[in-house]
């Protein structure tokens, strides 16, 4: 028996950290965005930080009204991104803890125990006619909390699976991801991954029939250097939909 498809997010932000290193205005992170579409993405992850290392407030407006599909918008929690998120009204936003001096996002948002901050923040974003993702860890605390949060999605932080030193680590890291999408799916609730994924380790993470998107972008934009944009989503989407087709339940 196949599994139902699972879909490819693709993020955009380095091309506009390659931008903001020389302050020009290529490459574009719209360009960018088009041309992932047109090779299979099925839609575009952009994250404005706090602190603007890369993307910047106009790329979320100009993401917003131009691209075909559609827009998840990865920020902190805090009242001055949801109040841009509310303006801007992208299809989604997925709420990730944010620390400035973080080269990335080093793990997964601390929803249980901060329910009482994040509920009118989320109440909010529902309320504009957003689709709000909580990314966190792996965790059962934290899929229940998400799920008393009416969050409608998680996205699960795959950097411990990615990085992990060893089969008998990776194996273990594999198996918390799948009991957090068994769970989550109990909860009703729609389950995305990503982190430090690629074309090495990414077909184990479709083999978990729960997972319905994967949100990938450092490893694109770095094999795009050699074999161009267009070529490696193109190639990376084959991958994740052979992967998940082939496998059985």
Same mark, same amino acid.
């Given at each position: 028996?196949?599994?139902?498809?699972?879909?490819?997010?693709?993020?955009?932000?380095?091309?506009?950290?390659?931008?903001?290193?020389?302050? &020009?205005?290529?490459?574009?992170?719209?360009?960018?965005?088009?041309?992932?579409?047109?090779?299979?993405?099925?839609?575009?992850?952009?994250?404005?930080?706090?602190?603007?290392?890369?993307?910047?407030?106009?790329?979320?407006?100009?993401?917003?009204?131009?691209?075909? &599909?559609?827009?998840?918008?990865?920020?902190?929690?805090?009242?001055?991104?949801?109040?841009?998120?509310?303006?801007?009204?992208?299809?989604?936003?997925?709420?990730?803890?944010?620390?400035?001096?973080?080269?990335?996002?080093?793990?997964?948002?601390?929803?249980?125990?901060?329910?009482?901050?994040?509920?009118?923040?989320?109440?909010?974003?529902?309320?504009?006619? !957003?689709? #709000?993702?909580?990314?966190?860890?792996?965790?059962?605390?934290?899929?229940?909390?998400?799920?008393?949060?009416?969050?409608?999605? #998680?996205?699960?932080?795959?950097?411990?699976?990615?990085?992990?030193?060893?089969?008998? &680590?990776?194996?273990?890291?594999?198996?918390?991801?799948?009991?957090?999408?068994?769970?989550?799916?109990?909860?009703?609730?729609?389950?995305?991954?990503?982190?430090?994924?690629? &074309?090495?380790?990414?077909?184990?993470?479709?083999?978990?029939?729960?997972?319905?998107?994967?949100?990938?972008?450092?490893? !694109?934009?770095?094999?795009?250097?050699?074999?161009?944009?267009?070529?490696?989503?193109?190639?990376?989407?084959?991958?994740?939909?052979?992967?998940?087709?082939?496998?059985?339940?």
């Amino acid at each position: 028996m196949t599994q139902q498809a699972i879909y490819l997010g693709v993020n955009i932000d380095h091309v506009a950290t390659l931008r903001q290193a020389r302050g &020009t205005r290529y490459p574009d992170p719209l360009q960018a965005a088009w041309i992932a579409e047109q090779a299979g993405a099925d839609s575009i992850t952009a994250h404005l930080r706090e602190d603007r290392r890369h993307i910047q407030d106009t790329d979320i407006e100009r993401l917003n009204a131009q691209i075909h &599909t559609k827009l998840n918008l990865e920020m902190a929690a805090t009242e001055a991104m949801v109040s841009i998120a509310e303006r801007t009204r992208p299809w989604a936003c997925c709420l990730v803890p944010e620390r400035r001096e973080e080269l990335t996002t080093e793990g997964g948002l601390e929803v249980a125990g901060q329910e009482k901050r994040l509920r009118p923040l989320i109440q909010r974003l529902l309320a504009a006619g !957003i689709e #709000v993702s909580l990314f966190i860890d792996p965790e059962h605390q934290q899929i229940e909390a998400a799920a008393a949060l009416s969050a409608p999605v #998680v996205e699960l932080h795959t950097g411990a699976y990615a990085d992990a030193p060893d089969h008998a &680590t990776r194996n273990h890291e594999l198996d918390r991801l799948r009991n957090a999408a068994a769970a989550g799916q109990k909860y009703g609730l729609k389950v995305n991954a990503g982190h430090g994924l690629n &074309t090495y380790n990414v077909e184990a993470i479709c083999h978990i029939p729960q997972i319905s998107e994967l949100n990938i972008g450092h490893a !694109i934009i770095a094999q795009a250097v050699f074999s161009g944009l267009a070529a490696t989503v193109h190639q990376l989407k084959q991958q994740i939909r052979h992967a998940r087709a082939n496998h059985q339940a």
